[in-house]
Structure formats: structure tokens, C-alpha cells
């Protein structure tokens, strides 16, 4: 077992901040959380404000509710996808030495309407429905392979094995990177997402520049020798009526490497654990695979993953609650589809609840994604429970998770006759 990451420290709490809507949780490193994250979300419901502030990670405030999380999702004027503004990225910019390398900014994840728009608009195409579906069979055809090969052994640790490499490399592929680096790729999105919760803007530099780094070949190479992946179809891009260029090009990819290499693995992972410790749900499933669908919808939401982060763009009052310019807002997807003034019984698994998850998002940051991770999470578990006997947690190993902007397991051991 890994050695647990301690508790950052306390900060002091500001003025606009009563002690009423203050409670103490650390989204990276609370011991219960990393334990179990979605009890430790169900406990929060129960012991929380549904919009509260932590003094941990710098101080910020939790979006617990399913409302909260809706409203500010769709309100970009007041909740900036600018975590840091581009006034002080600018200003920081204008002080680097001449000749030092382009800064990579993750657009358009962080930047807002109209400017966020613009930028989305090129990537819609890629990621349509009618785009993913044609990828559907291939989908399918590596998570047969990937769950073939871990079958003889009658167990496996499921990370690794399958939830890692099949969304790592159908992104790899869709993307134009060598799918024999992707170990290489995975560590550097690994410690990018460890480290995410360090604030300084120097230190978001270094990484956005390693992770550009690793790419520059390809991006250079796919200027001059476009294939059909999405790098060469970007370069073939104008933005605001401007051929793409290389600061842009990065600007895309740093958020696209990061998003595509974590993101489902985390999804697939949780869903798979709900199917190990529920063999009642697998009979069900295997007896109509009809129902994977809906059974993949319902496991989306009991197992929600994403913490997006904002910042307070204005003062406001909002859900009750001030808060100044400057603050920083968590999104807490997770929360928002355990809140039982939304869902009744949240903490159950139903199997054809009609109630729709937020699982993706709201309004104009909606994941870009979501298309292509239904595909993979519904293939996987239909060759899982096609390909599989009935499996079941391993009883010698236990689940171990980890907190952050994406929630999930980083082992998660199955057995199986």
C-alpha cells in the first residue's frame, strides 16, 4: 500500500466567510474520502452545508448540491473557467526572458464564452456521435482482446489490465500519438494530476511545458505529413479566420493529452467495482445486455468523478452564501448526483432510474468527451460480462483510491472461477 498523502495545510479563514458555512475536507487527502469516496460524499450530504468552504488547498469553496452545481455551471460570467485570470497569466507572460518557449494554456477548457466557443468549435466535428459510432467496432474489438488476455489467470488487477489501456489507446490512436509510449504519456498525466492541486502559476508552466514536450515531435511531424487523426485535422484549423499555429496547436493539446489519457479510466474503474461487488446485477445484465445502457447511465451517476474548479469572477451572494472575486469554487459533480433533494434514495443503485446525472456537466464546458466515454464504458462492460464468468473483488486485496479532480481506483483486484 502506498503511503497517504497528507493533509495540506489549514489557511486562515477570510472575513466573508462565516463559520456556519465552514467544514473541514480535504478533496486530495481526507482519509475517509480516499477510502471510500462516494460513502465519504454520502456522509458529506449528512454532516455538510450544501454549498460549504475548506481552509485546505489554498481555501476554497465546495459545490455540494446538485443546484449549486447546475447554476454555476451555466453561469460563466460569475464562475470562470479562468482559474487563473488571463490578466495575471499576461502579466507573468511579458516577464520571461526573450526566447524563452511558448507557455501552453489549456484551452478552451480554461478560458470563458465567446473566446471559449470559438476554440470548442473545431473539436465538436471529432468528437460527434456519428464520429465516435465509426469507432465503435474497433472499441470493441481491444476490449475483447485486453480481457482475453486477463482471463486465463482467473484474476487480474482490472487498472492496469483493461480500464487503463483501452481508453489510453483508443485516444492515443484518435489522437495521432504513438500508442507504444503510452506508459511514457500515462506517467506524465499522472504526476500532472497528483500535482494539480498547487496553485502556483510557475509551477503549472513546468507542467504544461513537459507535457507539450513530449509531443513536439508529433506535432511537428503531423504539420508536415498529415494522417487522419485529430493533431493533422487541428492544423488544417483557422481560429478567428487565422491558420493554426504552433502556440495554438499546444494550447489545444495540453488539454486534450491530459483529459484523454485519465478522464474514462477513472469511469470504467468504478463501474467495473459496482459489477464485481453486485453479482445480482451481473445475472440481470447477462440474462438482457439490452439494459447495459441504462445500467452504465445509473453508474455514471452513483459514481460521478469529476471535480471541475472555477474561480468567483465577481462578488456575489449565491446560494446564500458570499463570495468575493478571486475565490476558488469546486464543482463537486459527485456531490451534485448523491443529493437526495435531487434523487430519491441516492445512495441506492436503480438499475432503470429515469432521473437524468450531471455526470458531464453543465452548460458551455458540457464534456466534449461524453460521447466517446458511453461508447467505452458500455463496450467494456458488455465483453466483461460476455467474455467473463461471474467475477468478484479479489477477497486479499483491498480498493485503493485517490482523490483530486478526478476521483477513482488506482487498484482495483477481481477474481473469477
Known sequence: MTQARPLSPAVARPAHVTDAVTYDFDMFADEAYVKNPHDRILDLHKNAPPVFWTP??????????????????????????????????????????????HFPQPWPINIDPPLHTMHRAPLQKAFSPKAIMALKDSIRELAGELIDAMKPAGTAEFVSAVAEPLPVQVF???????????QEYRQVVKEHMESISVSDPRAVMMRMLKITAIMRDTLLDRKENPKD????????????????GMDEMENFCVVLFAAGLDTVVNGISLGARHLADHPELQRELRADPTLI??????????????????????????????????DKVMLFLPGA??????????????????????????????????????????????EMLARLPEFRLASDKEVRYHGGHVVGPDELWLSWN
Open 229 to 244: 487523426d485529430i493533431i493533422s485535422m487541428l492544423w488544417q484549423t483557422e481560429i478567428d479566420g487565422k491558420p493554426m
Open 337 to 382: 448526483d448523491l443529493d437526495s433533494r435531487e434523487y430519491a434514495n441516492p445512495e441506492q443503485y436503480q438499475l432503470k432510474r429515469e432521473t437524468v446525472h450531471i455526470a458531464f456537466g453543465a452548460g458551455p464546458h458540457r464534456c466534449l468527451g461524453s460521447h466517446l466515454a458511453r461508447v467505452e464504458l458500455n463496450v467494456v462492460y458488455e
Open 172 to 182: 492515443l490512436k484518435m489522437f495521432g500519438l504513438p500508442v507504444e509510449r503510452q
Open 56 to 101: 485546505r488547498n489554498g481555501g476554497h469553496w465546495m459545490l455540494l448540491s446538485h443546484k449549486a452545481n447546475f447554476d454555476a455551471s451555466r453561469d460563466v460570467e460569475t464562475f470562470s473557467s479562468e482559474v487563473i485570470p488571463q490578466a495575471q497569466v499576461q502579466a507573468m507572460l511579458a516577464q520571461r526572458p526573450p526566447g524563452s518557449p
Open 293 to 326: 445502457s441504462a445500467a452504465t447511465e445509473e453508474m455514471l451517476r452513483r459514481y460521478t468523478f469529476t471535480v471541475p474548479p472555477r474561480r468567483v469572477n465577481k462578488d456575489t451572494e449565491f446560494h446564500g452564501v458570499t463570495m468575493k472575486a478571486g
